[in-house]
């Protein structure tokens, strides 16, 4: 299989003042454009040339994994986002968010300190079980909770090349920027 990277359904300045042209040019168009190429160079003759990316992610290992995950979790986190994003999930992920963090407000207070709080390069990620329960976990480098069995709702990616161009060390700020232009419409599909 050869991986190819969608084109994002914005521009890269589309996304500002959240996230910049210049991080967006740089995070999605060089280093996850990287990622897809290592991962392509990476599978062939290995018993994952064939298999479905998220299979990749569960079974395999070191470069691979690093590089197949990263492929998936950008994608991931970019498709997560719109220009005419913000405000707030409805329907049934929101009744899960209530429930299960006590309000939309305290489940972003939660969010972003578990990945203002996540040392050194990783992900925080909002996932679901089988029964629909709503866990909010950091992962380091690559990490996603698909290889824990867990369905991924939403992620902020908190390496440091998703925000030091627009926001240096301030870490927080940029996760609660990104509040801006999450698009529930999609995050509350994958629930
Ligand atoms: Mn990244």
Same mark, same amino acid.
Request: glycine share 8%; charged share 25%; net charge negative.
């Given at each position: 299989?050869?991986?190819?990277?969608?084109?994002?359904?914005?521009?890269?300045?589309?996304?500002?003042?959240?996230?910049?042209?210049?991080?967006?040019?740089?995070?999605?168009?060089?280093?996850?454009?990287?990622?897809?190429?290592?991962?392509?160079?990476?599978?062939?003759?290995?018993?994952?040339?064939?298999?479905?990316?998220?299979?990749?992610?569960?079974?395999?290992?070191?470069?691979?994994?690093?590089?197949?995950?990263?492929?998936?979790?950008?994608?991931?986190?970019?498709?997560?986002?719109?220009?005419?994003?913000?405000?707030?999930?409805?329907?049934?992920?929101?009744? /899960?968010?209530?429930?299960? @963090? %006590? =309000?939309?407000?305290?489940?972003?207070? *939660?969010?972003? +300190? /578990?990945?203002?709080?996540? @040392? %050194? =390069?990783?992900?925080?990620?909002?996932? *679901?079980?089988? +029964?629909?329960?709503?866990?909010?976990?950091?992962?380091?480098?690559?990490?996603?909770?698909?290889?824990?069995?867990?369905?991924?709702?939403?992620?902020?990616?908190?390496?440091?090349?998703?925000?030091?161009?627009?926001?240096?060390?301030?870490?927080?700020?940029?996760?609660?920027?990104?509040?801006?232009?999450?698009?529930?419409?999609?995050?509350?599909?994958?629930?």
């Amino acid at each position: 299989m050869h991986y190819v990277q969608p084109e994002l359904p914005y521009q890269e300045a589309a996304l500002e003042p959240a996230i910049s042209a210049k991080t967006v040019h740089f995070h999605y168009g060089v280093h996850e454009k990287t990622y897809i190429e290592n991962l392509n160079k990476l599978i062939v003759g290995t018993q994952f040339e064939n298999e479905d990316l998220e299979d990749i992610i569960r079974e395999a290992d070191g470069p691979l994994y690093n590089n197949a995950a990263q492929a998936w979790n950008h994608i991931f986190y970019f498709f997560s986002l719109n220009p005419d994003g913000g405000g707030e999930p409805d329907g049934e992920l929101r009744k /899960a968010i209530d429930r299960d @963090f %006590g =309000s939309f407000e305290e489940f972003k207070t *939660k969010f972003v +300190d /578990a990945g203002a709080k996540l @040392f %050194g =390069s990783g992900w925080v990620w909002l996932s *679901k079980d089988s +029964d629909g329960k709503l866990f909010i976990t950091q992962e380091s480098n690559a990490g996603n909770p698909i290889r824990s069995g867990l369905t991924p709702i939403l992620t902020f990616d908190v390496w440091e090349h998703a925000y030091y161009l627009d926001y240096q060390n301030r870490r927080a700020d940029a996760l609660n920027a990104l509040w801006q232009v999450v698009d529930w419409d999609i995050v509350c599909t994958r629930y």
